[in-house]
T-cell receptor
Framework: RKEVEQDPGPFNVPEGATVAFNCTYSNSASQSFFWYRQDCRKEPKLLMS???SGNEDGRFTAQLNRASQYISLLIRDSKLSDSATYLC????????????FGGGTRLMVKP | DAGVIQSPRHEVTEMGQEVTLRCKPISGHDYLFWYRQTMMRGLELLIY????????DSGMPEDRFSAKMPNASFSTLKIQPSEPRDSAVYFC?????????????FGPGTRLTVL
């Protein structure tokens, strides 16, 4: 089993739709969680950190479920510009700053 | 702030040649990471440094790969000899390392093609 797993997609959604991605992790002692966005042929860029209490940034909401060991990303009112690959990243308890990335979920927002 | 700088951005070489990838982390960041990304295997951590010292190189695929960080502002990843299966995008990332702020910032990557 991979340490961090994501559905690769692609998720094809119309503009304005709400879409959600999940990411499961295997290390129950993981402490830090992140969502990164990666555009085609570009580097990953931090979208948002995921806090225990959940957090929201505009149309984006991230949540953590420690009991079931997954994090989620919800995108409301999808825009064409949201089309990208979304990578989740998890670090371990004593892994310093080492992150393990999921394989990414590809989102395509259609007009 | 300049961000993480990598060079070259593209490299095409022939099998058996030596390849050197370069990275300049964000000033003041204590951690530097080298990743490789392919369609098949996704984003894989190769090695990371803390204060110029290699901490974990378990992701380095084999002895053909080596990485150095001679000072806080420069790191290299060397492949010698290169093989076609090394073709990938190689990213360098850096982070500040403070608790709660371990966001990693990625450079633009080096797209390596080994013929």
């Amino acid at each position: 089993r991979k340490e961090v797993e994501q559905d690769p997609g692609p998720f094809n959604v119309p503009e304005g739709a709400t879409v959600a991605f999940n990411c499961t992790y295997s290390n129950s002692a993981s402490q830090s969680f992140f969502w990164y966005r990666q555009d085609c042929r570009k580097e990953p860029k931090l979208l948002m950190s995921v806090y225990s209490s959940g957090n929201e940034d505009g149309r984006f909401t991230a949540q953590l479920n420690r009991a079931s060991q997954y994090i989620s990303l919800l995108i409301r009112d999808s825009k064409l510009s949201d089309s990208a690959t979304y990578l989740c990243a998890v670090n371990g308890d004593n892994a310093g700053n080492m992150l393990t990335f999921g394989g990414g979920t590809r989102l395509m927002v259609k007009p | 702030d300049a961000g993480v700088i990598q060079s070259p951005r593209h490299e095409v070489t022939e099998m058996g040649q030596e390849v050197t990838l370069r990275c300049k982390p964000i000033s003041g960041h204590d951690y530097l990471f080298w990743y490789r990304q392919t369609m098949m295997r996704g984003l894989e951590l190769l090695i990371y440094f803390n204060n110029n010292v290699p901490i974990d190189d378990s992701g380095m695929p084999e002895d053909r790969f080596s990485a150095k960080m001679p000072n806080a502002s420069f790191s290299t990843l060397k492949i010698q000899p290169s093989e076609p299966r090394d073709s990938a995008v190689y990213f360098c990332a850096s982070s500040k390392g403070e608790e709660g702020t371990d966001t990693q910032y990625f450079g633009p990557g080096t797209r390596l093609t080994v013929l």
